[in-house]
């Protein structure tokens, strides 16, 4: 009795901690409930698990889950997180096994559904991923994250109407989220339905100036009917996002495209310098025909092989 209440005190106390983000406050007192219930207490044990992977020690966090386990082998909380080390470790196998798992003994798991998916989606399982995702909306259609990673996915495949619905619907749920606002871009795009693309690409920058790819998006709409706009939403784009190497790559081909071959090999120059990889890419390119010809360009690709041999022996010959 006198342990029951005590137990319950440093119970208290430690979800106390825990909500403050005061991990290693909240570890210390978690151990004490552990220690007084014989490591029993199976609350104690997930917690203990939880805050573990937060500290990122994530061998130790997978003792504590498996520990959860061996007290109760229907604790869908253990299977969950011991999936979540094998996905951010990219065991997806094993992680979808374990997130069916907690489905199964708990039909309406939320996060399992969504995390599963996820692991289905980058495993290249696209159809499980769909399924899962509109199980998952099926149990709450406001998920935000569910219907635009799903609309994702639909987009990929070409399922446009199917992607716009999704897209429609997250952006309903939060209107001020710059991918829901990028990914209707995208889809508007695509059905040609150019003045709402500019609008949303707009309004994604507007929302947060640091998403490189709704510059390049914008920009690629004026490359040939208006490429000076597009070169000014380039260089935007390389103001609030420096290291976005594609960026000045394709402000390289927007200049190529009006004949400002310097301007052009500065930038190309410059991408290369944060992605040697490009140079393939550049000796195909023929908007950079003119740009390879110059001795600049010539110039630095010479002295920079030797710090990439390896690229430059394979992309040489197709020059």
């Known amino acids: 009795m006198k342990d029951s209440i005590q137990i319950n005190k440093y119970l208290e106390k430690a979800e106390k901690a825990f909500e403050?983000?005061?991990?290693?406050?909240?570890?210390?007192?978690?151990?004490?409930?552990?220690?007084?219930?014989?490591?029993?207490?199976?609350d104690a044990v997930i917690n203990l698990a939880l805050i573990y992977d937060s500290l990122g020690k994530s061998e130790k966090a997978e003792e504590y889950y498996r520990k959860a386990l061996s007290i109760d082998d229907y604790?869908?909380?253990?299977?969950?997180?011991?999936?979540?080390?094998?996905?951010?470790?990219?065991?997806?196998?094993?992680?979808?096994?374990?997130?069916?798992?907690?489905?199964?003994?708990?039909?309406?798991?939320?996060k399992a559904y969504f995390f599963l998916a996820n692991a289905y989606d980058?495993?290249?399982?696209?159809?499980?991923?769909?399924?899962?995702?509109?199980?998952l909306l099926s149990l709450n259609s406001l998920d935000f994250w569910a219907n635009l990673n799903l609309g994702c996915i639909?987009?990929?495949?070409?399922?446009n109407a199917l992607a716009y619905k999704k897209f429609s619907k997250a952006l309903k749920?939060?209107?001020?989220?710059?991918?829901?606002?990028?990914?209707m871009g995208v889809i508007c795009y695509k059905f040609n339905i150019i003045e709402k693309a500019i609008n949303f690409y707009e309004r994604a920058i507007e929302k947060d100036t640091n998403y490189e790819y709704s510059y390049l998006n914008l920009a690629i709409i004026y490359k040939y009917d208006d490429t000076k706009k597009g070169i000014e939403i380039l260089s935007k784009g390389i103001n609030n996002c420096s290291e976005a190497h594609f960026l000045y790559?394709?402000?390289?081909?927007?200049?190529?495209?009006?004949?400002?071959?310097s301007k052009a090999c500065e930038d190309i120059i410059i991408a290369l310098k944060l992605y040697p990889q490009f140079l393939k890419y550049i000796?195909?390119?023929?908007?950079?025909?003119?740009?390879?010809?110059?001795?600049?360009?010539?110039?630095?690709?010479a002295n920079y092989s030797s710090y990439n041999t390896n690229i430059i022996k394979t992309t040489q010959n197709k020059a």
């Open 283 to 301: 000796f195909e390119d023929e908007e950079l025909e003119n740009v390879r010809k110059l001795n600049s360009f010539k110039e630095f690709v």
């Open 249 to 261: 790559y394709n402000r390289s081909c927007f200049y190529a495209l009006i004949n400002e071959e």
């Open 154 to 159: 639909y987009e990929e495949q070409n399922e």
């Open 173 to 183: 749920i939060n209107p001020n989220n710059h991918l829901a606002l990028f990914n």
């Open 75 to 110: 604790e869908e909380r253990a299977y969950y997180g011991l999936a979540t080390i094998y996905d951010e470790e990219e065991k997806y196998e094993e992680a979808i096994k374990l997130y069916n798992k907690a489905i199964y003994i708990n039909p309406n798991y939320h």
């Open 20 to 42: 403050e983000n005061k991990l290693i406050k909240a570890l210390d007192l978690y151990n004490k409930v552990y220690e007084l219930s014989s490591g029993e207490d199976v």
């Open 122 to 135: 980058v495993s290249g399982e696209k159809d499980l991923a769909i399924e899962t995702y509109e199980k």
